[in-house]
């Protein structure tokens, strides 16, 4: 069974990590937004960052939430990532 790692999984992934840290529930919290203005700090964004590449089983830079400060633009990178792993492993 194949893995989904679309951009819609990956944002779910995060919002199901990053919604039980700060304590509020994941249909109100807005993919736009700094995760920072949620009170996601170093150490959740740590733990998110561990997370992910266990899931997505590539490299995750641990700055990723400064990087991409949003769970939209953290989304768009990581669809990009995978998809650049998986085609570096098919070739």
């Known amino acids: 069974m194949s893995v989904n790692y679309?951009?819609?999984a990956i944002i779910d992934f995060i919002l199901d990590k990053v919604s039980p840290?700060?304590?509020?529930?994941?249909?109100?919290?807005d993919v736009d937004a700094p995760l920072a203005?949620?009170?996601?700090?170093s150490v959740n964004?740590?733990?998110l960052c561990a997370d992910?590449?266990?899931w997505l089983k590539v490299p995750v830079d641990t700055?990723?939430?400064?990087?991409?400060?949003?769970i939209e633009k953290m989304a768009d990178f990581l669809t990009g990532e995978?998809?650049?792993?998986?085609?570096?492993?098919?070739a």
């Open 6 to 8: 679309s951009k819609t």
């Open 21 to 29: 840290q700060i304590g509020i529930a994941k249909h109100i919290i």
């Open 37 to 41: 203005s949620y009170g996601v700090d």
């Open 52 to 54: 992910l590449e266990d």
């Open 63 to 70: 700055t990723i939430a400064w990087d991409y400060p949003s």
């Open 82 to 90: 995978v998809a650049t792993r998986a085609s570096e492993s098919a």
């Open 45 to 47: 964004a740590i733990s």
